[in-house]
């Protein structure tokens, strides 16, 4: 029996297990959105912007560790999901985008809503393809999940043209993919392993450096693993953070332009470095030719091109960080590696780092600091909920202070930087784990970007908890024009628009405010007490600033851990800009 398109396509979406979709009809998708109505085992999520739909989208595989699926119209409908996708491509994020077209006889014609989205979204993809004839449809699917979730996750997109989602054909789902130009290589070099291992027992000071590569190939385990059977410390990317529990006496906490002092320190003095699923970006690595100076390189990473692309690889180790992580252990094991106090000297360096520059912040009682937010949800939530995040201050004290000890329960934008990510990425969150406690930590400035989006939580009864660091400013933009354009605050001041409980109480959430210190934890408890949807409005310090900090063009080890004492001469501001932005307290 033969079917349209709109029907092969949503049998596709069954066939991959696909349980939740994000969308938003128009026009030329109306056709699939005929076939979805009534569907009792896909869930259909009306977003309220397309970006928001793909934001979501990526909360949702996030979580989950499959590909989040987002069906969106064609021209501004697909357009508007541009950002998403480039924040998926720039994070590794899994995502399938089901764009509407104009019938394939107008494409090229400037037809109504025409909008050349295999053109524009070629640079932000892993893989996209203009579907022609609905015989090619189901196959198009297949592969894309395919592409999407192997090797480096990505975003993949589908363009359908509305005569093929109406055309008619016979439903053949294919069982396998193979395609011959693409076939990520999952296994590593066992030569090159053993190497690594030697590496490992020659050192004196090694550490691990973990990124998102870890969770996305669901190594966690076998990181933790290796860590403990080899006593070295670890170290997490932003994007890593949840795949080394944060509470093991191993973990450094993150390190790069906010991280840990002592991870920082721990890096740059290090002599070995093993660096698993990390790309060794410039938030990491600080200024290049000084990053490490006497470190040799193990790199693991599936993902070929990433490899050599910043930082040269002494070892390098091409596949999935699970299946390596595991064959390193094993060669450890017969190798040799069983004095526990091998390291001892390199972990007490690493401890006398803490005691030099710790995690600080004062807490007075008149003004709320936005770290003491961050610790008292931690506290809240005993450290088990699901924590999205916008871009910006709030993310980095979100990073610093919430101990993430389970992977896939920390969601943020890290390459890309998008602000208004947070709350679209939590609904997508909640959606995939409707029994976990979701938190979006926002700015208040990045929250009114996808602000709309509090209706679709309000309507499918999602009781995702928005907790607002309002500081009246764009603040890490603020921070900047402080420390390096002479408290010029041009454009960051936000000022008490929105007021936000009013706002909450207008989408129908619940509103609630915090002005000082001792009303914190009150807020937190009624917003947990509800099954509601519940905006927190905490008004904290305007002026606190992020620390510590690499300034932009220093090495990690260069790093700002308080505010210039005193006003600088125009003179030394202009100096530091053109010496890379280094100003020191």
Known sequence: MKMTGSQILVECLKKEGVK??????????????????????????????????????????RVTGKAGVVLVTSGPGATNTVT???????????????????????????AFQEADMVGITRPCTKYNILVKDVNDLAQAVKEAFYIATSGRPGPVLIDLPKDVVLAKAAFNYPESVYIRSYSPNRKGNK?????????????????????????ASDASKELKDLAEAAHIPVTNTLMGLGGFPGTHPLFLGMLGMHGMYWANMAIHNSDLIIAVGARFDDRVTGRVKDFAPNARIIHIDIDPTSIHKVITADVPIVGEAKTILGDLLHYLSTMGNGDSGKYAAWHEQIEAWKKEQPLLYEQNDETIKPQYVIEKIYEATRGDAIIATDVGQ????????????????????????????????????????????VFAIVGDGGVVMNIQELTTAVQYKLPVKIAIINNRYLGMVRQWQQLFYDKRYSSSFIGDQPDFVKLAEAFGAVGLSAAKP?????????????????????????????YPMVPAGAAINEMVFRDPVGPRPAAEIQKAKKAGGILTA
């Not at 030569?191 to 969770?215: N, T």
């Not at 101990?403 to 709350?423: D, E, I």
């Open 84 to 110: 998403a996708i480039a924040d998926a491509a720039m994070d590794s994020t899994p995502m399938i985008i089901l764009t509407g077209q104009v019938p394939t006889q107008m494409i090229g014609n400037d």
């Open 191 to 215: 030569w090159q392993v053993k190497q690594a291992v030697q590496e490992i027992l020659k050192a004196k000071k090694p550490i691990i450096y973990a990124g998102g590569g870890v969770l």
């Open 518 to 546: 001792e009303e914190v934890e009150g807020v937190l408890q009624e917003a947990l007490s509800t099954d509601r949807p519940v905006v927190m409005d905490f008004r904290v310090d305007e002026e606190e600033n992020c």
């Open 20 to 61: 939740t979709l994000f969308a938003y009809p128009g026009g030329v998708n109306l056709p699939i959105f005929d076939v979805l109505y009534g569907q009792k085992d896909l869930d259909v999520v009306l977003c309220r912007h397309e970006q928001g739909g793909g934001h979501m989208a990526e909360g949702y595989a």
């Open 394 to 437: 709030h993310q980095m004290w979100a990073a610093q202070y919430y101990k993430f000890n389970h992977p896939r329960t920390f969601l943020t934008s890290g390459g890309l930087g998008t602000m208004g990510y947070g709350l679209p990425a939590a609904i997508g969150a909640q959606m995939a784990a409707p029994e976990k406690v």
